[in-house]
Antibody, heavy 119, light 111 residues
């Protein structure tokens, strides 16, 4: 069964850093673009970042640009999201998702990992 | 303020038809980019419901259907069921953002 599992969330103070990880299983990670989407408590979905299959193309939402770095290790089947200079408004559930083609649907999602930014 | 606009809530009795609109602009839906829909049950991760404007993934009941017209899209639920109570999100690509955009989400309540 295809599966994505996120980890690395937690409580961090404003200005702090966090590294989120996503492990894929049951499929070949290198065949897919990978996406990070977040959801603030009680709010809607917000696209955060995308990384192409070979890491040649990276993109970020304006809300995290300059504070966020996405990377992947295809042999290890992992995708990471490094968040720095965290703000209270970065609080939320961070989901990892799979995209099978350019502009395609996010067809597989992980269960999410919670990030809380608070003093 | 989401780039794609959805009504905050819709409701209907069991068996009724409800529709959820998703209004975009010339930089996303109006430019011809595909629209996808997700269902998010309480406390769960989103799940794809419609992809490529009108296609259903395997396992999604045929009472769910998607349409696009101009710069807007719609999701219809025919024969509303109690288990359809959830939040629904539309998703597309936006050339101004150079990335994905979502609607603000619509909560469907079964009366």
């Amino acid at each position: 069964e295809d599966q994505l599992v996120e980890s690395g969330g937690g409580l961090v103070k404003p200005g702090g850093s966090l590294r989120l990880s996503c492990v894929g299983s049951g499929f070949t990670l290198s065949g897919y673009s990978m996406i990070w989407v977040r959801q603030a408590p009680g709010k809607g979905l917000e696209w955060v970042s995308s990384i192409s299959p070979s890491s040649s193309y990276l993109s970020y939402a304006d809300s995290v640009k300059g504070r966020c770095t996405v990377s992947r290790d295809n042999p290890r089947k992992t995708v990471d999201l490094q968040l720095t200079s965290l703000r209270v408004e970065d609080t939320g559930i961070y989901y990892c998702a799979r995209r099978p083609g350019e502009l395609a649907v996010f067809d597989l999602w992980g269960q999410g990992t919670m990030v809380t930014v608070s003093s | 303020q989401s780039v794609l606009t959805q009504p905050p809530s819709v409701s209907g009795a069991p068996g009724q038809r409800v529709t959820i609109s998703c209004t975009g602009s010339s930089s996303n839906i109006g430019k011809g980019y595909d629209v996808h829909w997700y269902q998010q049950l309480p406390g769960r991760a989103p799940k794809p419901l419609i992809y490529g404007n009108s296609n259903r993934p395997s396992g999604v009941p045929d009472r769910f259907s998607g349409f696009t017209s101009g710069a807007s899209a719609s999701l219809a639920i025919n024969g509303l069921q109690p288990e359809d109570e959830a939040d629904y999100y539309c998703h597309s690509y936006d050339s101004n953002v150079s990335g994905s955009v979502f609607g603000g989400g619509t909560k469907v309540t079964v009366l």
